[in-house]
């Protein structure tokens, strides 16, 4: 394959498509090469509003267009070498790529898929817009890029996201007519990213439109089985192919009479959709010709151009189904089934008759009702919080989860929900993703580190640290031994357990700063 060399290798091929297809623009796109990569930023919402972050943000913060809690950064900064990174206050994303979770217009008590979720870009970003209230079901097909999904949104404090990792023909089975919102950021050629990651663009073969745009098509139409009426669908490239992006959509729109195409604004940077380009998927690629109807509505569909905007290239097109939405299911978790009993066994009685009872071949093991009613011992004692959703009892350990168990079952799921912490020896030991969830006052017991004195690099290095007893903030009656939640300026980190004077440091080995 030829190349041209700028400041990114790129394929003559494609080079030639683009110029074909992009005509005057060519140059300006061409010339896009050289500018400097974009770095972004995006505000959680879910622990900080925007005004109060920029109030206390240690960047210079530039806004993005297209989404109102994303902030360019200067070049050279690292915003993953502050402790308010590791407070999930910010998600590092490429900008272009914070426009489809804003165009799928999420409202909190919503119910969202994000099909093609790793690494948790969208999936935190959605999650922030559900404030806590409906469903997030995050998936990737990718067992190892699940290990990040799940990290991310366990430490930007997501309580009502399901984890899976499965095929968009699995997940139909159990979600049919289930969601209102869905993403699909397709698998695709990634000739927009070319800037971004220049193995991209070594890796890109001519043959790849074809085989992602048969892909997508599949993606797309087994989708549409799982929205309700009156729901929406975002679809999404990061990639110029006509054939992968109004090809695609053109072709759903004539297949599925019970949908309609969303106009795309284009006053916050997107271009048009290019219905002009589908006679050179037709002429190239020998395919039938698309209806007149069908391919004249792409021109609403939406286009990030890297020559127009501060970002690489996406392509954004918003479908509706036609109809009036339902949110009423009979196996869906609306409400609290997790009422803690108001008069719990003490944890001393429970663990004698859990380790009392014995069969002949040895010791008993708890039943699953047994082990939750230990979790609510520990709630009641130590947190502030009203828990929605399921207890569920996974692989040993405890999860609050936002679906019924009847959903889940036979399909690959990595985290059921919100990950609250597993049973050592009789007692309830908390996790880490609880800890990063809670708010300031939700746990009984609360330290206060602050950036100036170091204490809180100290802590995420893994540090024991002398703290007096004078600075845990404790609810009225609570002593100050015990489990602490670490916060920075505030905001959650993790855990400590305190005992005269020093604070043993719970943080995770595997989530240190290094």
């Not at 007692?427 to 969830?437: K, Q």
């Amino acid at each position: 394959m030829e190349w041209l060399t700028m400041a990114v290798q790129l394929p003559i091929t494609f080079l030639q498509r683009m110029r074909e297809l992009l005509g005057d623009e060519y140059e300006a796109f061409l010339s896009s090469y050289d500018n400097p990569r974009y770095i972004g930023i995006r505000v959680n919402t879910l622990k900080i509003d925007v005004e109060s972050f920029r109030a206390i943000s240690p960047f210079n913060l530039r806004p993005i267009p297209w989404c109102p809690t994303g902030f360019y950064v200067e070049e050279g900064v690292k915003p993953g070498k502050h402790p308010y990174y590791h407070a999930g206050l910010y998600y590092i994303q490429e900008p272009s790529a914070m426009a489809p979770a804003e165009a799928l217009d999420v409202n909190p008590g919503d119910r969202v898929l994000d099909l093609c979720a790793a690494p948790g870009g969208k999936s935190t970003q959605i999650a922030a817009k559900l404030q806590g209230q409906g469903v997030l079901v995050t998936n990737d097909i990718s067992g190892d890029r699940t290990k990040a999904l799940a990290k991310n949104l366990e430490l930007y404090g997501v309580r009502n996201a399901v984890v899976l990792n499965e095929t968009p023909e699995r997940i139909a089975k159990s979600f049919p007519h289930f969601f209102n919102k869905i993403v699909i950021d397709a698998p695709c050629s990634g000739e927009g990213m070319f800037r971004k990651d220049e193995d991209m663009a070594r890796l890109w073969e001519n043959d790849w439109t074809t085989k992602y745009s048969e892909m997508q098509r599949d993606i797309l139409k087994t989708v549409a089985t799982m929205l309700m009426q009156g729901g929406r669908i975002v679809y999404s490239t990061c990639t110029f192919a006509p054939e992968e992006n109004e090809a695609i959509i053109a072709d759903f729109l004539e297949e599925h009479d019970d949908f309609e195409l969303i106009p795309l604004p284009h006053n916050t940077g997107f271009s048009p959709g290019r219905p002009d380009w589908l006679s050179h998927v037709t002429e190239t690629k020998g395919e039938r010709d698309f209806s007149a109807d069908k391919a004249a509505q792409t021109i609403g569909c939406g286009r990030l151009w890297p020559h127009h905007i501060d970002g690489e290239g996406h392509f954004l097109a918003v479908l509706e189904r036609i109809g009036e939405a339902h949110l009423g299911d009979e196996l869906y978790v609306a409400e609290s089934n997790n009422s803690i009993p108001a008069k719990p066994e003490r944890p001393s009685k429970q663990k004698d008759r859990l380790r009392g009872s014995r069969r002949d071949n040895g010791v008993k093991e708890p039943d699953e009702r047994e082990l939750l009613a230990i979790w609510d011992h520990f709630a009641q004692e130590q947190l502030r919080v009203d828990f929605l959703g399921e207890k569920v009892l996974f692989g040993g350990h405890i999860y609050q989860s936002p679906v019924s168990k009847e959903r889940l079952q036979g399909l690959k799921t990595v985290r059921p929900g919100w990950y609250v912490g597993t049973i050592k020896n009789g007692r309830f030991a908390p996790g880490h993703p609880l800890a990063t969830a809670l708010r300031s006052g939700e746990a009984v017991r609360t330290l206060r580190l602050t950036l100036e004195n170091g204490e809180a690099v100290r802590y995420l290095k893994g540090e024991t640290l002398e703290i007096p007893a004078s600075r845990i903030y404790c609810h009225e009656n609570v002593a100050p031994k015990g489990y602490v939640l670490i916060t920075v300026d505030g905001y959650s980190l993790g855990w400590g357990k305190w005992l005269d004077g020093i604070l043993k440091n719970e943080y995770p080995a595997g989530w240190r700063w290094t």
